[in-house]
């Protein structure tokens, strides 16, 4: 049925950049609220939605490791900085009329809601939105690893990658411009091609849980919306 909603609960994943609009770096409100409206559109359709959240427009644990600083103690830094994406995002949609819940990997009480399955499966059934903090918790993870695991967990139909390009390209479409787009594509190919969607340990948890991938361009308007009734272009790995 064209323009039916495909889905009923999905995990949304952005980088930190994302939100950094035309800044080098932190949180651009108006590019906030513009994700935030995107999300909305969506949620009004009825779709159960999860939320991670990147934190490179605050600090990455690959950069701190990089200026000598531990690495692990350069990732504890990178998951805060993830909680205070989330927290930004909360702000914008709950300013929209969204309700929403921070959920963190790691429990800081007085901010947001500690990680516990069976209640984010529910905010999810009461339609909150809930957006999942400070990765999966651990340092040498990513936050693409933190959507896989939290959209299996959570029992997600896909994970949607939301970036400023259409999809997987065999090359980076910014730089050459005979660059073709993957329509759909394997898990084994992502890896073996070495293709920038997600890191690999996260490409291999989406493969072994069989959890589709769809990579789209949330930089356009209405993107989000379209792709969920199957408009639009976007790869899908599977
Ligand atoms: N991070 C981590 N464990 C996790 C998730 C994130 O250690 O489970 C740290 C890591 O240092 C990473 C930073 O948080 O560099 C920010 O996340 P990411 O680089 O995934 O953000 P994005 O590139 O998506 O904005």
Known sequence: LDGAVKYNRVMLKISGEALMG?????LHPPTVERVAREIKAVHDLGVEICMVIGGGNIFRGLQGSAQGMERTTADY????????????????????????????????DQVCEPYIRRRAVRHLEKKRVCIFAAGTGNPYFTTDTAAALRASEMACEAIFMG???DGIYDSDPKINPDAKRYDDISYDDVLQRNLKVMDASAIALCRDNRMPLVVFALSEPGGF???MAGRGT????H
């Open 22 to 26: 035309d800044l080098g770096y932190g």
């Open 77 to 108: 830094m990178g998951m805060l900085a993830t909680v205070m994406n989330a927290l930004a995002m909360q702000a914008a949609l709950e300013s929209l009329g969204v309700f929403t819940r921070v959920i963190s990997a790691i429990p800081m």
């Open 163 to 165: 970036k400023n390009v």
């Open 225 to 227: 919306q379209g792709i």
């Open 234 to 237: 976007y790869t899908i790995v």
